[in-house]
């Protein structure tokens, strides 16, 4: 769908216009929250002590005295260290989001991240300014396509999916795209602990990330949410970047619990338990085999008096037989 975008014409960051036309307005393109499902891999529940210091509000300088002073306030100067918690991973999903540009068309192709970061933020910071929905997008795509307002439709949005080109690296490497995604901290914490203490029995980690992406009205109208979409990231000069909520996050487990610990005492005792049923087992095997020999040579000296002696060599025969 990107891949031909002779005629497009870019209205703003949110609406393309195509050449072709319908009756009374131009076939359009129109970026708007739209639904992705990852399936996460190498899942990680990561915690970290860190200095807590916002490092780009303020700047040191020094006075007409010679003093050292801080843009800063104190406070924001002796904030100290802080705990943070962080669950990442990579990921991979049906969808197909294609890079493009208006000179070249579509210039890259992903169905994975390479990268996903989950952290927290105070509540009320996830969902921007107007917590714009996929049904919010859906009265600006497809058959009830209009232009985008030149903000879009998830303005103040703190997470993001965007694109390394991999050349800031000492050995270049290829691109990758990448997905920063942010929770209410309440929900961080209980996720990040379930993860964390079930990470041997993960069975599996599903995400739903809303994202501003473009679409073709034509694709919007024919498909189905559960279809596969092909979606555009437009690459403005070298910065392929655009807003995305995490809008669900589910972890499945599986496998047995280990079992719970057992007190020494108990193990003591169930070990003395143990010992004597052996003991008595041991003796009464001995107890039934002087039994057994007591009764063969019983009957052996029957049949001795009975001048049987052809018969006594047989049985003492079956017995060593039975008795290997």
């Known amino acids: 769908m ?12 949110y609406t393309i216009h195509e050449e072709r036309r319908l009756s009374d307005r131009p076939f359009m393109l129109t970026r708007v929250p739209n ?10 529940a990561v915690e970290s002590i860190e200095w807590a210091n916002n490092h780009w509000t303020g700047d040191l300088t020094v006075d007409d005295d010679g003093n050292l002073v ?22 991979t999903f049906d969808d197909k989001i294609t890079v493009f540009n208006l000179e070249e068309g579509a210039v ?24 714009a929905t996929t049904s919010d997008g859906i009265s ?12 879009g439709l998830m303005e103040g949005e703190p997470g993001k999916l965007w694109v390394d080109d991999g050349k800031h690296e000492p050995t270049e ?3 990758t795209l990448n997905a920063e995604l942010y929770i209410d901290e309440e929900q961080f914490d209980e996720i990040f602990h379930a993860i964390r203490d079930g990470a041997q029995n993960i069975e599996a980690v599903h995400l739903g990330i809303v994202a501003e ?25 070298d910065w392929v970047q655009t807003r995305a909520r995490l809008d669900s996050i589910r972890a499945s487990f599986c496998g047995k619990l280990l079992p719970e610990p057992t007190d020494t005492n108990e193990m003591d005792e169930q070990e003395d338990e143990s010992d004597i049923e052996k003991d008595q087992s041991e003796k009464t095997a001995t107890i039934n085999t002087l039994a057994y020999v007591a009764e063969t040579y019983a009957q052996l000296k029957r049949l001795n008096a009975r001048g ?17």
């Open 108 to 131: 890259a192709h992903f169905t994975s991240f390479d990268n996903i970061r989950i952290e927290s933020l105070p509540r009320g910071k996830v969902g921007g300014k107007h917590k």
């Open 173 to 175: 490497k290829p691109e």
């Open 140 to 151: 600006f795509s497809g058959m009830s396509s209009r232009d985008v307002p030149a903000r």
């Open 2 to 13: 990107f891949g031909d975008t002779a005629g497009w014409m870019l209205v703003n960051d």
């Open 35 to 44: 639904r992705v499902s990852v399936v996460m891999h190498n899942v990680r």
């Open 70 to 91: 801080s843009g800063d306030s104190a406070k924001d100067r002796n904030e100290g260290y802080a705990r943070r918690r962080i669950i990442t991973g990579s990921g």
């Open 213 to 237: 992406l473009f679409e073709s009205e034509v694709d919007a109208s024919l498909s189905d949410w559960w279809m596969s979409h092909e979606y555009g990231m437009l690459k403005k000069k």
């Open 308 to 324: 049987g002696w052809t018969l006594a060599a047989l049985v003492i025969l079956v017995i060593v037989t039975l008795l290997k």
